[in-house]
């Protein structure tokens, strides 16, 4: 087992990627914190997780509240101890999100408030407990649009995971010294709730994507986790600061 006796914080664990990490993380020994907006998706991940003969334990979150990180990071500590991993995986893509000419302000906002404020909640009041260890993996989730501009644009997103990249290279720099790691999964485009509810309504856009792809598909979501199960295990030790994309080929195909 790669993650065993590790605790590990998956935010966004009620469904999509972050309910595979989830399972995926149990499974590789890791007890997990199950943080996620809605009470009753948190509870069923959990519920898998012990079906599958893992630990977990849920908490509902809203990212974006001080006060609810706090306590996921106190329920952490209590019921476990220590938290070794931190992966921060929520986040939001309104579909009111175009270019900057047509996104409503209150849109930008929210996208800002759940995908980077989210993220540095999570990293204040996590961090001082892995110092205090002496160790941790921090897991951002960012994703390729950070790396490229999009004629399909959606520019509250594209910044707010450009944004996340910067913050994993600062984090990087500050805490490595002191045993925890940061780095980011820059991920192309994931057959996730998210991304497919999106698609599915557009096949021309859908359409778009898959052409640019040199794989011909999208990813699967244990693909991006495979990923994060590496960053969150001592195999990594000496990976940190990294922005790693894994898109199947679509930001180095230029026609």
């Known amino acids: 087992m790669r993650l065993k006796d590790k605790v590990s914080i998956i935010t966004g664990a009620g469904g999509g990627m972050g309910r595979v990490a989830a399972l995926r993380f149990a499974a590789e020994g890791s007890r997990v914190v199950v943080a996620d907006n809605?009470?009753?998706?948190?509870?069923?991940?959990?519920?898998?997780?012990?079906?599958?003969?893992?630990?977990?334990?849920?908490?509902?979150?809203?990212?974006s509240v001080e006060a609810?990180?706090?306590?996921?990071?106190?329920?952490?500590?209590?019921?476990?101890?220590?938290?070794?991993?931190?992966?921060?995986n929520a986040g939001i893509m309104p579909e009111a999100d175009h270019s900057v000419l047509d996104t409503p302000v209150e849109v930008w906002d929210q996208v800002m408030a759940v995908n980077v404020r989210g993220t540095f909640l999570a990293c204040k009041y996590v961090i001082p407990q892995m110092l205090e260890t002496g160790?941790?993996?921090?897991?951002?989730?960012?994703?390729?649009?950070?790396?490229?501009?999009?004629?399909?644009?959606?520019?509250?997103?594209?910044?707010?995971?450009?944004?996340?990249?910067?913050?994993?290279?600062?984090?990087?720099?500050?805490?490595?010294?002191?045993?925890?790691?940061?780095?980011?999964?820059?991920?192309?485009p994931v057959e996730t709730p998210l991304l497919m509810d999106w698609l599915v309504k557009d096949a021309k856009a859908k359409q778009i994507r898959l052409a640019r792809n040199p794989s011909g598909r999208f990813g699967k979501p244990d693909e991006v986790?495979?990923?994060?199960?590496?960053?969150a295990s001592d195999e990594?030790?000496?990976?940190?600061?990294?922005?790693?994309?894994?898109?199947?080929?679509?930001?180095v195909n230029y026609f």
């Open 135 to 188: 160790s941790g993996s921090i897991i951002n989730i960012s994703s390729f649009v950070s790396l490229l501009g999009c004629s399909v644009p959606q520019d509250a997103y594209t910044a707010s995971k450009g944004a996340i990249v910067a913050l994993t290279r600062s984090l990087a720099v500050q805490f490595a010294p002191r045993g925890v790691r940061t780095n980011a999964i820059l991920p192309g």
């Open 38 to 63: 809605q009470s009753a998706a948190a509870e069923e991940t959990v519920r898998q997780v012990k079906a599958a003969g893992g630990e977990a334990w849920p908490i509902a979150v809203d990212i």
């Open 236 to 251: 990594s030790a000496w990976t940190n600061g990294a922005s790693l994309v894994i898109d199947g080929g679509i930001s």
């Open 68 to 88: 609810d990180v706090q306590a996921m990071v106190q329920v952490a500590i209590k019921k476990y101890g220590r938290i070794d991993v931190l992966y921060n």
């Open 225 to 231: 986790v495979a990923l994060a199960v590496y960053l």
